[in-house]
């Protein structure tokens, strides 16, 4: 069983809509949880960062965590075509950082 | 907003080369880390350093490799002979303490001939 599971994509969606990022870890004793956003050519910029179970809001994003079932997800309001980019999740229990596959999204004008 | 910077952007060597990517972390961050990305594969931990020596490392992070931070701003990746196998983005990443999130440069791509 993978560290992290992410569905690749590639996800398309309209200008304005709601986009819903999901990621499985199996690992319980992961603690920290981030996703990352990643232009082509680019290094991962940080977008979210979350210690416990439940939700985190930053403008148009929210994080969410359930410990419970190992789930993570990324909601992404109003999407806007400058959030095409490939989204990153990744969990954490000591130094190092572990990350999913990454979703390409593509918001279409 | 203070930000990581990796030199060169591209690096191009042949196969059996020693290849050195190096990193300014953010100024007053203490942990420092590198990671690797193959074309289409996901981001994948090396090593991470703290307090002048490494706290963990991975498999992948074998012999060939080593870290260094010669001076108070820079933190190098040194692979001592290159394989076809080490081309990929490798990007250096910092944090102030432990339990804050790491911030990423833009990588080195490293290109094996």
């Known amino acids: 069983q993978k560290e992290v599971e992410q569905d690749p994509g590639p996800l398309s969606v309209p200008e304005g809509a709601i986009v819903s990022l999901n990621c499985t870890y199996s690992?319980?004793?992961?603690?920290?949880f981030m996703w990352y956003r990643q232009y082509s050519r680019k290094g991962p910029e940080l977008l979210m960062y979350?210690?416990?179970?439940g939700n985190k809001e930053d403008g148009r994003f929210t994080a969410q965590v359930d410990k419970s079932s190992k789930y993570i997800s990324l909601f992404i309001r109003d999407s806007q075509p400058s959030d095409s980019a490939t989204y990153l999740c990744?969990?954490?229990?000591?130094?190092?950082?572990?990350f999913g596959t990454g979703t390409r999204l593509k918001v279409l004008a | 907003e203070p930000e990581v910077t990796q030199t060169p952007s591209h690096q191009v060597t042949q196969m059996g080369q020693e290849v050195i990517l190096r990193c300014v972390p953010i100024?007053?961050?203490?942990?420092f880390y590198w990671y690797r990305q193959i074309l289409g594969q996901k981001v994948e931990f090396l090593v991470s350093?703290?307090?002048?020596?490494?706290?963990?490392k991975s498999e992948i992070f074998d012999d060939q490799f080593s870290v260094e931070r010669p001076d108070g701003s820079n933190f190098t990746l040194k692979i001592r002979s290159t394989k076809l196998e080490d081309s990929a983005m490798y990007f250096c990443?910092?944090?102030?303490?432990?339990?804050?999130?790491?911030?990423f440069g833009d990588g080195t791509r490293l290109s094996i001939l």
């Open positions: 990744a969990t954490s229990g000591t130094y190092k950082y572990i």
């Open positions: 690992n319980s004793a992961f603690q920290y």
């Open positions: 979350t210690y416990s179970s």
């Open positions: 100024s007053n961050h203490l942990y």
């Open positions: 350093f703290y307090n002048n020596e490494i706290s963990e």
């Open positions: 990443a910092s944090t102030r303490l432990q339990d804050q999130p790491q911030h």
